[in-house]
């Protein structure tokens, strides 16, 4: 049986197309077709994780950026985005929030993910959100895709992009955990 030409179909219809099945370079063949052999058509969300960033002060606040782009362009929101293919997710986390607000931390804890199909009006995105507790504010920059960076008091937020405000009182309840043990 001739090798079937490739119209733009189904990766899964070439693996297990009967006219590949005991040829010698049928792997092969898939692979110059497509370079990633587990490849499936469903469609997939995108990943993009988030940093949240709490002080450990008598009167806690949080690292907030201002969007310099859209969607949300000029709302307050966590520094976070979406996640690269060599990357986790706790590692875009912290890519993220260095690159948007220069600020380097190096332990943080997993909130949750978030999975609200309507999440963001970009598309279907799952949200992953991580915590990290320093001290006291550090000097701050808007950078990147965002138009500034600064610290908020925990009890007196503005309104927050995306679905950040779950996020957020999330992290508080973590927070309050974390610090009551120490």
Do not use: K
């Not at 049928?26 to 497509?34: D, K, P, Q, V």
């Not at 992009?161 to 009551?180: E, G, N, P, Q």
Request: aromatic residues 8%.
């Amino acid at each position: 049986h001739p090798i079937p030409p490739y119209n733009g179909g189904s990766s899964l219809t070439l693996l297990h197309s009967p006219s590949l099945i005991g040829r010698a370079g049928g792997g092969s063949f898939f692979r110059s077709l497509n370079p990633m052999p587990y490849t499936y058509e469903y469609p997939r969300p995108a990943v993009t994780a988030d940093c949240i960033v709490i002080t450990r002060e008598e009167r806690p606040r949080v690292l907030l950026i201002q969007r310099g782009g859209e969607p949300f362009r000029g709302h307050w929101a966590l520094p976070g985005g979406f996640m690269d293919m060599d990357e986790t997710a706790q590692q875009c986390a912290m890519r993220e929030r260095t690159e948007e607000t220069g600020l380097t931390v190096t332990e943080t804890r997993q909130v949750g993910a978030y999975s609200r199909v309507d999440r963001d009006p970009r598309g279907r995105t799952v949200g992953i959100a991580y915590l990290a507790i320093i001290d006291s504010p550090m000097p701050v920059q808007g950078q990147d895709d965002a138009a500034r960076a600064e610290w908020w008091h925990v009890d007196n937020l503005p309104p927050l992009a995306f679905d950040h405000a779950d996020m957020m009182r999330d992290a508080m309840r973590l927070y309050a955990s974390i610090v009551s043990q120490e």
